[in-house]
């Protein structure tokens, strides 16, 4: 079942206690004449219209976005809680109003207690419990706001129930005591400040909810998604310093505006790149976010001797690896392999290598740089062996990952062309491992592969 059919449902069954909850609340209210089991029919009539303006804003708020509502339709349910804040406020009045009149005037102040009125507040008690778990379960597993919210309001009912049923069992107890003492004085307004305590649960409600609509409809800052954005772009994108950002919600959905740090000499495919995976970092650890990158060219200061030298190289369009930067008495000697297409003739390439090391020398003011040149794409060998069927190889290198006390591959795939095979085998990620030994750990799987599988192909483990 889909996320918009389990709101759907769940705003439904709300709607449906709802309404049966309210009819009994009202008969006996009026059998008893008692304000705090009418002020609860009241609450719970409010409670049937919230419920039906939450399966209203759910249907709404579930539609796509379209060229009017370009952001979605999930304000709808902001707006819907407003409308639920003021009909509350109204019924907290009347009840107030009512409370002090009965105060005033001790000859309404009898309530015909009756054995119905317990049952109906038991029932009230046991129907909000299980309701109340029910909505922020679906919630949960749904990311509503809508229903998260009517989760919080249903649990504030079960108070008020508590309430009214105190007012009624004091009311009862009222004939047992003396006339005139002050318990009897007591137990004769138990029910009054019982309802006085459920317009005072109601104005709480209002306030959390009225704010929270009112702040959402203002846009007001999501705090808690910037400091979770904040916190991964600071540990998983380090090199890219995060400049602004903007975090709004609309509905169940949240939506960041955020621009970041580059270097300037970033070629604009690889800028592209570069947002393209701060987004999917940022969706695949905040469900329900959708985020536009802007990517700002800037000279990033504080840049180690290491950093410099990758930054240079991208200007360069070069790949590097093996940096290696050592300090002698003769000043700062740089070592790296600087990645060529593996086709490429050196004679058309000896410009730019020569300009990649005239400006590292320069900008490091380094005494010596010593370049390797490597093919970035490696050329592939011919392997003698014939490869068996697709399934028996997948099983043969399967069987050999589980002998050498690998995690199982996720994936194995193998790309031939003729005799010249390349084996990509995929394993799941191993989150315990830093940099250094999840390259070692990587290097040594290809290694053992390549001893129990000699003269195949050459294998390549990476993680999925």
């Given at each position: 079942?889909?996320?918009?059919?389990?709101?759907?449902?769940?705003?439904?069954?709300s709607?449906?206690?709802?309404a049966?909850?309210?009819v009994?609340?009202?008969i006996?209210?009026l059998?008893?004449?008692?304000?705090?089991?009418?002020?609860?029919?009241?609450h719970?009539?409010l409670?049937l219209?919230?419920?039906?303006?939450?399966?209203f804003a759910?249907?709404i708020?579930?539609?796509?976005?379209?060229?009017?509502?370009?952001?979605?339709?999930?304000?709808?349910?902001?707006?819907?809680?407003?409308g639920?804040?003021?009909?509350?406020?109204v019924?907290?009045?009347?009840?107030?109003?009512?409370a002090?009149?009965?105060l005033?005037?001790?000859?309404?102040?009898?309530?015909?207690?009756s054995?119905?009125?317990?049952?109906?507040i038991?029932?009230?008690?046991?129907?909000?419990?299980?309701?109340?778990?029910?909505?922020?379960?679906?919630?949960?597993?749904?990311k509503s706001?809508?229903?998260?919210?009517?989760?919080?309001?249903?649990?504030?009912d079960?108070?008020?129930?508590?309430?009214?049923?105190?007012?009624?069992?004091?009311?009862a107890?009222a004939?047992?005591?003396?006339?005139?003492s002050?318990?009897h004085w007591?137990?004769?307004?138990a029910?009054?400040?019982a309802?006085?305590?459920?317009a005072?649960?109601i104005?709480?409600?209002?306030?959390d909810?009225?704010?929270?609509?009112i702040?959402?409809l203002?846009?007001?800052?999501?705090?808690?998604?910037a400091?979770?954005?904040?916190?991964?772009?600071?540990?998983?994108?380090?090199?890219?310093?995060?400049?602004?950002?903007?975090?709004?919600?609309?509905?169940?959905?949240?939506?960041?505006?955020?621009c970041v740090?580059?270097?300037?000499e970033?070629?604009?495919d690889?800028?592209?790149?570069?947002a393209?995976?701060?987004?999917a970092?940022?969706?695949?650890?905040?469900p329900g976010?959708?985020t536009?990158?802007?990517i700002?060219?800037?000279?990033?200061?504080n840049?180690?001797?290491?950093?410099?030298?990758?930054?240079?190289?991208?200007?360069?369009?070069f790949g590097v690896h093996?940096?290696?930067?050592?300090?002698?008495?003769?000043?700062?000697i740089?070592?790296?392999?600087?990645?060529?297409?593996?086709?490429a003739?050196?004679?058309?390439?000896?410009?730019?290598i020569?300009a990649?090391?005239?400006?590292v020398?320069?900008?490091?003011?380094?005494a010596?740089v010593?370049?390797?040149?490597?093919?970035?794409?490696r050329?592939?060998?011919?392997?003698?062996?014939?490869?068996?069927?697709?399934?028996?190889w997948?099983?043969r290198v399967?069987r050999?990952?589980i002998e050498?006390?690998?995690?199982?591959?996720?994936?194995?795939?193998t790309y031939c062309c003729?005799?010249?095979?390349l084996?990509?085998?995929?394993?799941?990620?191993?989150?315990r491992?830093?940099?250094?030994?999840?390259h070692?750990?990587?290097?040594?799987?290809?290694?053992?592969?390549?001893?129990?599988?000699?003269?195949?192909a050459?294998f390549?483990?990476?993680?999925?």
């Amino acid at each position: 079942m889909d996320a918009d059919k389990k709101k759907s449902l769940a705003a439904v069954s709300s709607v449906i206690w709802s309404a049966l909850l309210t009819v009994m609340k009202f008969i006996v209210g009026l059998i008893t004449g008692s304000l705090g089991m009418l002020s609860e029919a009241l609450h719970s009539g409010l409670d049937l219209l919230a419920a039906l303006g939450t399966l209203f804003a759910v249907r709404i708020a579930a539609r796509p976005a379209d060229d009017d509502h370009p952001y979605g339709h999930g304000k709808i349910e902001n707006l819907t809680a407003l409308g639920e804040t003021l009909l509350l406020l109204v019924t907290a009045g009347w009840v107030i109003t009512e409370a002090i009149e009965r105060l005033m005037n001790p000859e309404s102040l009898h309530v015909e207690t009756s054995v119905w009125a317990f049952i109906v507040i038991a029932v009230s008690l046991v129907v909000d419990v299980n309701r109340a778990a029910m909505l922020r379960r679906v919630a949960k597993e749904t990311k509503s706001a809508a229903l998260e919210a009517d989760a919080a309001h249903f649990a504030t009912d079960i108070w008020s129930s508590a309430a009214v049923l105190l007012g009624i069992t004091g009311a009862a107890l009222a004939g047992m005591t003396v006339e005139g003492s002050w318990l009897h004085w007591l137990l004769m307004r138990a029910d009054v400040f019982a309802s006085l305590i459920v317009a005072l649960l109601i104005l709480h409600i209002c306030k959390d909810l009225g704010m929270q609509a009112i702040n959402n409809l203002m846009d007001k800052a999501n705090g808690e998604a910037a400091g979770k954005i904040r916190e991964l772009m600071k540990d998983r994108m380090p090199a890219y310093p995060l400049i602004s950002l903007r975090v709004r919600e609309v509905g169940n959905r949240a939506y960041a505006d955020m621009c970041v740090g580059a270097p300037k000499e970033l070629h604009v495919d690889t800028a592209h790149e570069i947002a393209d995976a701060i987004e999917a970092l940022l969706a695949d650890s905040i469900p329900g976010l959708e985020t536009m990158v802007h990517i700002q060219p800037m000279e990033l200061e504080n840049l180690t001797p290491n950093m410099l030298v990758r930054q240079i190289a991208l200007a360069h369009r070069f790949g590097v690896h093996g940096l290696v930067l050592h300090d002698t008495p003769e000043g700062l000697i740089v070592f790296t392999d600087l990645e060529l297409p593996g086709d490429a003739v050196m004679g058309a390439w000896s410009v730019p290598i020569q300009a990649f090391r005239s400006e590292v020398r320069r900008r490091l003011q380094a005494a010596r740089v010593v370049v390797h040149v490597e093919p970035d794409v490696r050329e592939l060998r011919h392997y003698p062996a014939e490869l068996p069927s697709s399934e028996v190889w997948k099983e043969r290198v399967r069987r050999v990952m589980i002998e050498i006390g690998a995690p199982l591959p996720d994936t194995i795939d193998t790309y031939c062309c003729d005799d010249r095979r390349l084996c990509i085998v995929s394993i799941p990620a191993e989150p315990r491992l830093n940099v250094s030994e999840s390259h070692l750990r990587l290097k040594q799987l290809e290694e053992k592969l390549s001893a129990r599988l000699p003269d195949t192909a050459r294998f390549i483990v990476a993680y999925s």
